[in-house]
């Protein structure tokens, strides 16, 4: 079992930065593939990024690829959202997951493990 909390949200202007991280509790953090998921107001919860268990590869959602940065630190047991070039359409509660999917996964339905989210804002 893994509990996840999340840091680093807040308040930025269009075309501003956000770093997030995420925290994991337990020693077995590097057996999980980690992945952060975002939910706006009013929309279902969508797929943001992923990084594998296995080499630490990264899969991105279109809409923040060449943008977001997912990376982890398995001495730290800590898995980061780095978020540049950010939009207002961006806006959302972000949070971190957690699976044993060898490689990662797209499906917010394949992390069993979740962190309680932070609130990211970008203002026009």
């Known amino acids: 079992q893994v509990q996840l909390v999340e840091s680093g949200g807040g308040f930025v202007q269009a075309g501003g930065s956000l770093r997030l991280s995420c925290a994991a509790s337990?020693?077995?953090?590097?057996?999980?593939?980690m992945g952060w998921c975002r939910q706006a107001a009013g929309k279902e919860r969508e797929f943001v990024g992923t990084?594998?268990?296995?080499?630490?590869?990264?899969t991105y959602a279109d809409s923040v690829k060449g943008r977001f940065t997912i990376s982890r630190d398995n001495a730290k047991n800590t898995v980061y959202l780095m978020m540049n070039s950010l939009k207002p359409e961006d806006t959302a509660v972000y949070s971190c997951?957690?699976?044993?999917?060898?490689?990662?996964?797209?499906?917010?339905?394949?992390?069993?493990?979740w962190g309680q989210g932070t609130q990211d804002t970008v203002s026009t």
């Open positions: 990084i594998s268990r296995s080499d630490s590869s990264t």
């Open positions: 997951a957690a699976t044993t999917d060898y490689f990662g996964s797209r499906y917010p339905s394949t992390y069993g493990y």
């Open positions: 337990g020693r077995t953090f590097s057996t999980y593939s």
